[in-house]
């Protein structure tokens, strides 16, 4: 299946793919949440909301793997460095009881995904420390005995947990698809570069698309 894609086209192969969807969390999507407490307009990542759950709909109408992620720690901190925890200026930080539980405390109100995305049983769910999906998680070990080799990446934000989880998926020997239209940044102009670096040098990290054309190929199977 040929996905007419930046800078070159890609060869899906969705019997060998997973659809990878970064973080869509109230945390980082809804008012109240970890964005908005670093000072950030969320309303910007509510608008690829449509676009993501077309993406996923179709997905799974085709049979595709799909695998949630969520920024989370454990209740007691132990899994979030200091570092992380006491870095910058937010009105409340990690682990900090927010208006929608303690900011990115996993199985707090606020650390679910947003009711759009909701994993469906069987969905592979990933709760991660890190900013990638594959520090520290099991992702790894569940793509390879799924037989993935494919990624296709939407989600939030572009430049932050998107890019680092699309790195290392290719650094681990994934052929990775940014979708476009169904990733977003707080900063526009972040997720502008970030698309553009992604895929320069021969997709020297990987390829990227708008959904629509990831549509069209899967309704023409
Ligand atoms: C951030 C994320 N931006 N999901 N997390 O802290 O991109």
Redesign the pocket.
């Known amino acids: 299946m040929q996905i007419d894609a930046q800078p070159f086209p890609f060869e899906l192969d969705p019997a060998h793919a997973a659809l990878v969807i970064?973080?869509m969390q109230r945390d980082?999507v809804e008012p109240g949440g970890?964005?908005e407490t670093?000072g950030n307009d969320v309303s910007l990542l509510q608008a690829i909301v449509p676009a993501c759950a077309a993406m996923l709909s179709a997905w799974r109408q085709a049979g595709g793997l799909v695998v949630h992620t969520r920024?989370a720690h454990q209740a007691d901190l132990s899994d979030c460095p200091p570092a992380k925890r006491l870095r910058g200026n937010p009105t409340l930080r990690i682990g900090d009881e927010g208006p929608m539980g303690r900011i990115l405390i996993a199985g707090e109100p606020g650390n679910q995904i947003i009711d759009a995305l909701a994993p469906l049983p069987g969905e592979i769910v990933i709760d991660k420390p890190g900013?990638g999906a594959f520090y520290a998680t099991p992702l790894q070990n569940l793509l390879q005995q799924a037989g993935i080799r494919q990624l296709l990446f939407m989600?939030?934000?572009t430049?932050?947990?998107?890019q680092?989880s699309m790195r290392e998926a290719n650094d681990r020997g994934y052929d990775c698809l940014l979708l476009e239209d169904c990733t977003e940044s707080?900063f526009p102009h972040f997720k502008a570069a970030a698309v553009e670096m992604m895929r320069a040098q021969g997709a020297i990290v990987g390829w990227t698309a708008p959904s629509a054309a990831v549509l069209a190929a899967l309704a023409n199977k």
Not at 159 to 162: A, D, I, K, N
Request: with cysteine.
């Open positions: 970064i973080d980082f970890f964005g670093l920024e900013k989600g939030v934000t430049e932050v947990c998107v680092t707080y």
